[in-house]
Structure formats: C-alpha cells, structure tokens
C-alpha cells in the first residue's frame, strides 16, 4: 500500500505565510502528477496546485502568484509554499499522488489524512 502523510498545517494570521509537505511511502514503483486540494466546510473539494516529475506546474486562478509548488522526485515527497495568506484560503489541505505500484500496474490515485489550516486574526 501507498501512504501519504501530510504536515505544516496551522493557525496563521492574514499576510502570513505556512509551507506544508506531504512525503509518500509505501509500495511505490514511480509517481506521475502531485498535487494540493483543499475543502472548506459546505464546500466541495478543489485544486489548488499540482506538478509532474518534470516540474510542469498548474495553479487555482485563486491562488497564482501567492502559492508555489514544488516537489523532491528522490523523496517522494511534494511542498506548498503559501504566502499572503488571506481568510477565504482557510480549509482543510489534501495532499494526492498518482502512484504506480509496480511496473506492470497503473497509475492509482492516492489520499493523505489532510491538514488544517485557518488563516485568521
């Protein structure tokens, strides 16, 4: 199995900044697209960034400029940096990795735990 295990979540005031991380562990055999979703309460789930292993990037319109994604290919493990943190970005952060298990499987999409973050004053 796949395990994906997110941290950096927090209370933040607006203007602040938070850096989370989400390290995969488990049976992997290679990993395509990374990614960052976020759900509010009362609200459906939503992207926020995602990047492949060749560092091609996709950003919310919500959220460019202020968020950047990365990722360590030799640590299976993928970053949000986030800045200028505002109230309306306060939700619940899910990390989500395309992995392959095995060489002859495809890819599965799999979930972290989620974190918190709430950006108030």
Do not use: H
Not at 2 to 27: D, K, T
Not at 70 to 79: E, G, H, I, L
Not at 107 to 116: D, I, K, P, V
Request: one cysteine or more.
């Amino acid at each position: 199995q796949v395990q994906l295990v997110e941290s950096g979540g927090g209370l933040v005031q607006p203007g602040g900044s938070l850096r989370l991380s989400c390290a995969a562990s488990g049976r992997i055999f290679s990993i395509n697209a990374m990614g960052w979703y976020r759900q509010s309460p009362g609200k459906q789930r939503e992207l926020v960034a995602t990047i492949i292993t060749s560092g091609t990037t996709n950003y919310a319109d919500s959220v460019k400029g202020r968020f950047t994604i990365s990722r360590d290919n030799a640590k299976n493990t993928v970053y949000l940096q986030m800045n200028s943190l505002k109230p309306e970005d306060t939700a619940v952060y899910y990390c989500n990795a395309a992995v392959r298990e095995r060489s002859w499987y495809p890819y599965n999409n799999f979930w972290g735990q989620g974190t918190q973050v709430t950006v108030s004053s």
